[in-house]
């Protein structure tokens, strides 16, 4: 929710009550010294309604108010879409089945039976830009928002347990586009609460450029030259597009343009 122009909107204890809000808020920090909290309202529409006539509050999809809010308000967005969404799919314990209930403000789920204690997930996934000189390598996989467009996006997937970021970005650009890639560089990261990611993002160099994709996962994969990428920042490109500066996808292609 925002404040309806640049920022986050908050409400008081009191309103909650005043809108029968009974969900259990959860623990974000402090700011100014003020405790700040989370709260799942997205199944009281009456709560929503009130919010949204005329008190200045708008409620905008977690993945576009990024676009338009400051970078600590983003992140707040970040930790909080992250935090609601494991409480939403993690009632029951793991272990036993029994329901388990919030304590130490949100940040841990207790299994009211076995009474172990489960903690927030975070999944790590590399995103990579691999170039073999002047062309660097994107696709468009088949399960993303991107299938059947002239958007295509840096190469991505999750890490598995036991292997290294390296070897993550090995085996990912293998299996997804059959490029072998020698050096891996770590470039900056970012979360990515959906639901629970958070983006490695890298640049690697190709040791092979023949491409082989797979089709049962990517819709395409292909090679664009430093020219090309550059007019698709810019807007000037027809035949490519490359994804918003909400996504680090963005900021790595940009960086490889600029020589990074």
């Known amino acids: 929710m925002t404040d309806g122009e640049d920022g986050l909107g908050w409400i008081g204890a009191a309103d909650l009550e005043r809108l029968a809000i009974n969900s259990s808020p959860v623990f974000l920090g402090l700011l100014n010294d003020t405790a700040h ?72 789920r207790k299994c009211s039976k076995c009474e172990v204690e489960n903690y927030p997930r975070t ?15 994107l696709g468009q996989s088949r399960r993303g928002r991107l299938n059947r467009t002239n958007t295509y996006s840096a190469l991505a997937g999750f890490v598995d347990q036991g292997e290294s970021i390296e070897e993550a970005v090995a085996r ?46 990517m819709n395409d994969v292909r090679w664009f030259s430093r020219d090309e990428v550059a007019a698709a920042l810019q807007g000037k490109n027809d035949t490519l597009n490359v994804p918003q500066p909400i996504a680090i996808a963005h900021h790595l292609i940009t960086a490889w343009v600029n020589g990074g």
């Open 37 to 108: 909290f989370t709260v799942d309202i997205s199944a009281q529409d009456k709560a929503v309604a009130e919010l949204s006539d005329g008190n200045g509050y708008r409620f905008v999809d977690a993945r576009s108010v990024t676009e338009i809010l400051s970078g600590p308000d983003s992140g707040i967005v970040a930790q909080a879409r992250a935090q609601i969404n494991w409480h939403n799919r993690n009632g029951f314990c793991a272990i036993c089945g029994g329901e388990s209930y919030m304590i130490r403000g949100g940040q841990v």
């Open 123 to 137: 999944d790590p996934v590399i995103i990579v830009v691999v170039s073999d000189g002047d062309r660097c390598l």
């Open 172 to 217: 990912e650009v293998m299996e997804e586009a059959g490029i072998q890639v020698g050096q891996v560089r770590y470039h900056s990261s970012q979360p990515w609460p959906f639901p629970s990611s958070l983006m490695i993002g890298c640049h690697a160099d190709a040791a092979t450029t023949e491409i082989n994709f797979d089709d049962e996962e």
